[in-house]
């Protein structure tokens, strides 16, 4: 996402576990559930068409601040998220 982009509003479904937001008219998605106090991170799904934007990076780190302000930890049990965590280390406290 350019520094001129418009931010993204990104929406969190809590009662089907999954934030989620429209580029293009394309559906992004985070997927998640929580284990108790644990989000596990299922799914980062963005189409093709709207790939490379830094979309699924947005999603994940609202997901992960969301985690954060509810006390939870996280399991990134997707891989992007994975790879996610291993680029975003000051998050690395959150990780069970």
């Known amino acids: 996402m350019s520094a001129t982009a418009k931010p ?4 969190h479904d ?7 937001v429209e580029v ?3 559906e992004c998605v985070l997927e998640y ?3 108790g106090k644990t989000m596990v991170i299922t799914h980062t799904g963005v189409p093709s068409p709207v790939a490379g934007r830094g979309i699924a990076n947005l999603l994940t ?3 992960v601040q969301c985690a954060e302000a509810s006390g939870w930890k996280v399991h ?12 975003n280390t000051e998050f690395a406290n959150l990780l069970v």
């Open 8 to 11: 993204l509003d990104i929406k």
């Open 14 to 20: 809590r009662a089907n576990a999954v934030f989620q």
């Open 24 to 26: 293009d008219g394309q």
């Open 33 to 35: 559930r929580l284990e």
């Open 61 to 63: 780190r609202k997901a």
């Open 76 to 87: 990134p049990a997707c891989s992007y998220a994975d790879t996610w965590f291993k680029r």
